[in-house]
């Protein structure tokens, strides 16, 4: 037994003397391995920095997203030679915002993010709206924002500065002289819109309200044509959204041929409306009568259902954006509709108008993103996730003190040499 002890001392010894020999050759400081978490990560990177000497492996632990500075200089670390691996479940979360093309202004903010998640819409201010993100992402129209705005879900924040401002031109309606028409033009004009009209009276005989300019981007954001009355701009029209300019067709405007390149789809037979037009304040926009749009185009997208019918679709055509409506007498819903009917009616005319409005930019000056897509670009910088490094066997060696290791060696070889002393070896 006093043998075994004696091999196992002379082991431990030699271990020792071959750990120390291949430490001093082989290193010539310390390998340095350093943590950190996301709220100690700014007095850190000042910490790592002030060195003077980066460290040799970074650990990072993200419960939220940093913020662009701290991102960067992560990634200047790297780029001095340090070993970085970083880990955290961060939502990805990106914003972007759109101006609206209407003289009302506002903002539509498009909002990704993971399924069933809430979203908090916020700017330099404090919050604005809390969506419900679905199908990859969520939608919000606000009225005004302040500075950088902000969509935020568990640890991550996306960031982006207000858009450029837009120039809203007039809007052209064309239409026969009857009740459409006119409360087409006074829902449009209420909400700030500058309208121009041609209204058709009788063969030959049209009343205009302000002077009908050719249809083209420069003079208009946008072309209504509500009825059959449009087949003598129709050609003009097509060419006016080839180059960039938005159309609305509405109702029997779909059966123009003029206008069938721009169709998102055929018209069906007419469906009459649901309600009982002499009892004021029971006609909605889902009880009016409808020409149900059907045999869609590849490139058409169904903005709006009544039960299994499509009742409105959208579709590019060249530069520009048209939409088909299929909803008849609008007007009824104004005026036979609840309290509620003309203010809806009015927003109703103008979400429409501004969908497809060619709206150029007015404010030419450049605002860069903060950080739309904070995730993406924390990838992009710092690569994807990896496990915590762990210090590595030359870092173990280096850390342990001379000290202790001559402590040791002197004990194993002075514990070896009195016991074969004691039992009378050399």
Known sequence: MRGTFEAGLRVISVGVIIWMIWWSVDRTRNETLVTARTSSLP???????????APDRIGVS??????????????????????LAWNGSLPGVGIEIQPVASPAGGYNVLVSAPNETQVVIGDEVGPIDTVSAGNGGARVTIPAASGVVTATSGGTTARTTLPDTLHIRRVLVIGDADWESKFVIA??????????AQMHVSPGVSVTQGSI?????????????????????GAEIVRYVATGGGAIIAGLAASVESLSPLRAGAFGKIEPGSSLLTEPGTVTLQSLSLMPLAGLKNDAVVLERRGGAIAAAARRYGGGRVV???YLDTWRWRMSGADTSVAAHRKWWTHAVAGVAYAPVADLTVTPTTDDAPVARLLQSLGGPSPAPRASLASAAGSVSLWWLFAILSISLLAEWISRRTRGAR
């Open 324 to 326: 088909q409506v299929g």
């Open 62 to 83: 993200f419960d939220s997203i940093p913020i662009p500075h701290e991102r960067d200089w992560l990634a200047a670390l790297r780029s001095s030679g340090s070993e």
């Open 187 to 196: 829902a449009l004009e209420e909400d700030g819109w500058k309208v121009h």
């Open 43 to 53: 007095t850190a990177l000042r910490e790592w920095t002030q060195r003077g000497i």
């Open 213 to 233: 300019d050719p249809v083209d981007t420069s003079r208009y954001a946008a072309v209504i044509a509500l009825d059959a009355s449009a087949a003598a701009h």
